[in-house]
């Protein structure tokens, strides 16, 4: 609840939570802002609506909306069912006005739905399913095996990505601490989470995670619940859960900011035995009936099933989770594991692919080009990473990565043009909108000097090709008039004989020297033109353009 909150104080949006982490006189001043209006939301968890003083609170102000997160919960077909909810619509009934009311999961098959109208009482509702689709997510099932176990699996994914955000799903307390103990052994700045750990921990390792301060959180499926840090590159589990549900929500913290993210599935056979004793030997639900309990778990044992297929069925990923929430997609996605041919799957070692080198002549700068030390979406989040410190906020707070990508492609010079930047809105540009339009401005003023002498590059490389051909021309020239004046004749060569086309058909047009084309060349690529788009301008093939990029030094 805390960065939700956060989140929405930061767009302008008063906002409050009451939950266990405040103490009894944070409480009290919570609810006392509350009578006096401070707040537009309040988040509450659903067993605080059974307390004398909350219920004081709430029969006597007029409540515009109720909103029920994480609705499945009220469901016994419903992976996370909880009997609490089952009393939001008591709560609901003591009310001197029933206020609308809605709900919302991202997890729910056709029963679910049912369930969740039934026991909310929900009237008449508007029913709106987004679909289940998240077309940014990549999905990989990895088949761990004795030639390849889950923690090289797990190195493999998390190489190269120290700069990444990203979340380890363990099945167990036990492979939390091992997980964690070996990544940070190997070198990556990882986090544990699970309920085994003392509050003051969990609230310590969450907020180094949400601010960044280390990169990787593992975790037993007690954490996630109300996280929405938006960066989240990519999201492993370690053991295969027991439900595609929870697969599926857990998974979903990646990439919510729209970007493209991975979520990878570490399977080994093992993992269902260990799925089929969890569900077994988990503790009884006091609320329900002992035939309620066997139908629950009866009920799990089917998830299971589920997800077994999901990880041993050959098929497309997507389209399987797709239909298993009640979807129709068409064709496969073409996008994941299984379609891809996958980059994890191969229990054995995969070859690395060697580089090609060219042997280029460099080209003598005449002058030193004054190139950015970084990109200008590094510059950004360089910004924001300081705004962050300085606000005591999660940087994706400031802003998601997707909105820093959009400033850069965008690039406003005024505040005015940064509300055109989706998620920069006008409390955000007041507040933000200097600190990043100052480097925006320094990095176009340092690029536009770069171009112009990276196309001064371009004119002298020209000219000295000129020169060179020229002096080429002139070597032949003396070449023959030495070989006239009685130099000794070279063996005589086998004649090749050229043949002019029919007159019907022209001859094809002589294409004036690539080199003519360097300062525009150099000037298309760093404006963000990509080869094939030059060499679609110019008329030209890719291998052209990219062999002038690399004469000019801009690729190598």
């Excluded at 969740?116 to 998240?134: E, Y």
């Excluded at 924001?384 to 300085?390: E, G, S, V």
């Excluded at 005015?416 to 100052?438: H, N």
């Amino acid at each position: 609840m805390a960065d939700q909150v956060a989140a929405l104080k930061a767009a302008g949006v008063p906002a409050a939570y009451l939950n266990s982490t405040l103490t009894p006189r944070q409480m009290d001043l919570a609810l006392e802002r509350a009578y006096q209006g401070a707040y537009k939301i309040i988040y509450v968890a659903p067993e605080r609506l059974e307390t004398a003083s909350f219920l004081r609170f709430a029969r006597s102000v007029k409540i515009a909306l109720i909103a029920v997160d994480e609705a499945h919960c009220v469901s016994q077909w419903g992976q996370d069912f909880r009997p609490v909810y089952l009393r939001i619509a008591d709560f609901v009934a003591q009310l001197p006005q029933r206020p609308v009311m809605g709900a919302f999961t991202a997890t729910a098959t056709q029963r679910v739905r049912e369930d969740i109208i039934r026991h909310l009482q929900l009237v008449n509702p508007a029913t709106i399913t987004t679909g289940f689709d998240r077309p940014n997510l990549y999905f990989e099932v990895v088949r761990c095996t004795e030639g390849r176990n889950r923690d090289r699996a797990l190195r493999d994914v998390l190489e190269g990505r120290e700069d990444q955000s990203g979340i380890v799903y363990c099945a167990t307390r036990k492979a939390v601490e091992e997980v964690c103990d070996r990544l940070n052994g190997a070198g990556f700045a990882a986090a544990r989470y699970h309920a085994g750990l003392s509050d003051e921990e969990r609230k310590q390792n969450q907020e180094d995670f949400q601010y960044d301060r280390v990169r990787v959180m593992v975790a037993t499926n007690a954490f996630g619940m109300g996280i929405d840090k938006s960066n989240v590159r990519y999201v492993v589990h370690y053991n295969m859960p027991r439900s595609m549900e929870a697969y599926y929500q857990e998974a979903g913290r990646a990439g919510r900011d729209g970007e493209p993210s991975e979520c990878i599935l570490l399977y080994s056979g093992q993992d269902i035995f260990t799925a089929r004793w969890m569900i077994e030997n988990s503790p009884p639900n006091e609320a329900l009936s002992a035939a309620e309990q066997a139908n629950v778990r009866r009920l799990d044992m089917n998830r299971l099933n589920s997800m077994i297929d999901y990880c041993t069925r050959d098929g497309c990923l997507r389209t399987n989770i797709l239909r298993y929430f009640g979807e129709k997609p068409g064709e496969d996605c073409g996008d994941c594991g299984f379609c891809t041919g996958g980059r994890y799957t191969d229990a054995g070692e995969a070859p690395i692919p060697t580089r090609r080198t060219t042997s280029v002549k460099p080209v003598k700068a005449p002058r030193k080009i004054d190139a950015p030390k970084d990109g200008l979406l590094e510059q950004l989040k360089a910004v924001r990473m300081a705004l962050a410190k300085q606000q005591h906020l999660p940087p994706y707070i400031i802003c998601n990565d997707a909105t820093l990508a959009s400033m850069a492609r965008i690039r406003p010079q005024t505040k005015q043009g940064m509300l055109s930047v989706s998620g920069m809105g006008d409390v955000k540009t007041a507040k933000y909108g200097d600190a990043f339009l100052q480097v925006i401005k320094a990095y176009t003023v340092q690029e536009k000097r770069m171009r112009a002498q990276v196309a001064a590059i371009a004119r002298e490389a020209q000219s000295a090709a000129h020169r060179q051909s020229a002096s080429d021309r002139q070597s032949a020239t003396d070449r023959q008039a030495a070989t006239a004046r009685g130099k000794p004749k070279a063996a005589a060569k086998p004649v090749i004989r050229y043949y002019e086309p029919p007159k019907s058909v022209p001859p094809a047009p002589q294409r004036p020297p690539l080199e003519n084309d360097n300062a525009d060349i150099a000037d298309a690529y760093l404006s963000g033109m990509s080869i094939q788009q030059i060499a679609d301008e110019l008329e030209r093939s890719p291998g052209e353009i990219r062999q002038r990029l690399m004469d000019m030094d801009l690729i190598f």
